[in-house]
């Protein structure tokens, strides 16, 4: 057993994002008090499952029944039931025995299967706690590349830590895990190695690695997310609420339609609603949190079409076209508009310097200013409140080139090359840099990755690459911190 004193354990859960350790602790986690176990459950930054805390819970109050039954509901007014998944609150309004013996939890189901009812613009607007997400704190922002083209589609995700400027992936971060003892938690650590810690019932490993470290805190971990759970790449990426969806795309075969959602704090993917049309080679954008997919090819035509879909009402559903098809089309938001930036127009045959803007309060698209080069396949991004278009290819021709859009002078202005010619490349913006990633440079697929910093209009090359070198990824940034 791992000794672990209360504040200890509290510092965990507030530190350690990922507290289901904690949750599982033996004689440390029953044997708290009901004020402890009230201040660990409320914590807002801790990241777990909701059903396991409510479990916890009640593993805690079934230590001691005789003295703890008469402080359930008090307890159980910090487990936040509105995050429960719906079909858990159905079993549990469904059980006759859990309710007859805790009959106070039928008005936080009640409240909880509302909340699920409400429509997302209402539920912004709820200010009960036992309806608030948790925030959790200590994980840094991660690159994340899901996917793409390497020569075949391909499930592989990798992610990039800008902290450190080191690529993992998800199948080097599973084989860590599966060699690691039997019965331990291997837990990254500021220098970049990992520790285990002894999980549940685990034969005690020696003193210095059972233990937790010493000192006032205790190291974020690393993110991790598993591989795609089938291969797709020319897909979008969007986030939003947390959920990571991968959308569209081309898996080898065929171009499809699906969607496949991942979930941080289950650790696992799930399949989401289709689309309409199947859509490769599409863009994906996220605005007033409805993601929004663009253009595409079905492997016969280029789309002009756009579908929208807001995670809340969990449909697809068709807005205004675009004034020509796109495919290899670069989707970017800026001032609350969408921007369809070049592409490829199948019908005419010809790589497209023209840019739209979707509106989406009027549901109408307009032209903009074209860019000064035509470009099919760029990357595109927002940051200071330029819009940004990277390399691309024009026929045979792939660019290095960089322009970006000046919306109050409605304009494309030029600034410094890339160090190398990429298109079908991803590219995100953080902390004051853009980052450019993969890419095709015409003759084989890239796994480096170049950061501009606008101050001094210039690009550089990072040391460290993806493990595999790919084009027609999904590239996001994803914050671990807002799940």
């Not at 409320?42 to 479990?55: G, L, M, S």
């Not at 495919?327 to 127009?345: C, E, I, Q, R």
């Not at 084009?471 to 911190?481: E, G, K, L, P, Q």
């Amino acid at each position: 057993m791992i000794a672990v004193s209360y504040p200890r354990l509290v510092r965990i859960a507030a530190f350690f994002g990922f507290c289901s350790e904690v949750l599982e602790q033996g004689d440390e986690f029953i044997n708290l008090s009901k004020d402890q176990l009230i201040q660990l459950i409320a914590n807002d930054h801790i990241r777990v499952a909701e059903e396991q805390v409510f479990e916890a819970v009640l593993r805690w109050i079934r230590h001691r029944p005789e003295t703890r039954q008469a402080d359930a509901a008090e307890v159980c007014s910090h487990v936040r039931f509105a995050l429960l998944p719906r079909d858990y609150l159905v079993r549990l309004s469904q059980s006759d025995a859990f309710l007859f013996q805790n009959p106070w939890c039928k008005d936080y189901l009640l409240e909880a299967m509302g909340y699920h009812l409400l429509p997302w613009e209402h539920k912004r607007r709820v200010t009960s706690e036992r309806m608030k997400p948790r925030t959790p704190v200590g994980l840094p922002k991660t690159l994340i590349v899901l996917g793409g083209q390497a020569p075949k589609a391909i499930r592989s995700v990798e992610w990039y830590d800008f902290r450190t400027d080191s690529w993992t992936s998800a199948a080097a971060a599973t084989v860590g895990s599966s060699n690691s003892p039997a019965g331990t938690l291997v837990v990254p650590t500021g220098s970049g190695q990992v520790r285990p810690l002894k999980a549940p019932n685990a034969t005690p490993p020696s003193p210095n690695r059972a233990r937790f470290p010493p000192g006032p805190s205790v190291p974020a971990p690393t993110p991790m997310i598993a591989d795609l759970p089938s291969r797709r790449c020319r897909c979008g990426v969007a986030v939003v609420g947390g959920l990571l969806y991968v959308i569209g795309g081309f898996n080898g075969a065929l171009r499809v339609r699906s969607v496949d959602i991942y979930d941080p704090v289950r650790k696992a993917w799930r399949f989401g609603p289709n689309m309409e049309y199947r859509r490769s080679t599409l863009g994906v954008a996220v605005l007033d949190g409805i993601i929004y997919a663009v253009g595409g090819f079905d492997g016969t035509k280029g789309f002009s079409s756009v579908e929208a879909f807001d995670p809340w009402v969990g449909s697809w559903r068709c807005v205004a076209s675009m004034a020509v098809c796109r495919s290899s089309v670069g989707v970017g938001v800026l001032n609350g508009k969408l921007y369809a930036v070049g592409g490829y127009d199948g019908t005419a045959r010809r790589c497209l310097a023209s840019v739209e803007c979707y509106d989406p309060s009027a549901d109408k698209w307009s032209p903009v200013a074209d860019m000064n080069h035509r470009r099919s396949g760029p990357a595109v991004a927002e940051m200071g409140g330029r819009l940004y278009a990277v390399g691309g290819h024009d026929g045979l021709l792939v660019r290095n080139s960089v322009e970006y859009y000046e919306p109050e002078a409605g304009i494309w202005c030029s600034v410094a090359d890339m160090h190398f010619c990429r298109r079908n490349a991803g590219l995100v913006a953080h902390n004051g840099l853009l980052y450019v990633v993969g890419g095709d440079d015409g003759s084989s697929n890239l796994a480096s990755m170049e950061t501009y910093d606008p101050h001094v209009n210039t690009w550089s090359l990072l040391p460290s690459q993806m493990h595999t070198g790919r084009c027609y990824a999904a590239v996001t940034v994803y914050d671990w911190n807002v799940v």
